[in-house]
């Protein structure tokens, strides 16, 4: 089953808090969330994985 991941923006201008990513093929190893960008206010360095 492809990984699912919750990711939270950290930019204190930003009104999302937390959003869920769902993949639907294998992700490469290498691959993490600093590929990815905030779907609102479009920042890639305040994203961070949350840790369960």
Same mark, same amino acid.
């Given at each position: 089953?492809?990984?699912?991941?919750?990711?939270?923006?950290? =930019?204190? *201008?930003?009104?999302?808090?937390?959003?869920?990513?769902?993949?639907?093929?294998?992700? +490469?190893? /290498?691959? =993490?969330? *600093?590929?990815?960008?905030?779907?609102?206010?479009?920042?890639?360095?305040?994203?961070? +994985?949350? /840790?369960?």
């Amino acid at each position: 089953m492809p990984p699912t991941e919750e990711i939270v923006c950290t =930019d204190d *201008s930003c009104f999302l808090d937390l959003f869920e990513n769902h993949y639907t093929y294998d992700v +490469p190893d /290498e691959f =993490d969330v *600093s590929e990815l960008s905030c779907p609102v206010c479009g920042g890639t360095d305040c994203l961070e +994985p949350v /840790e369960l």
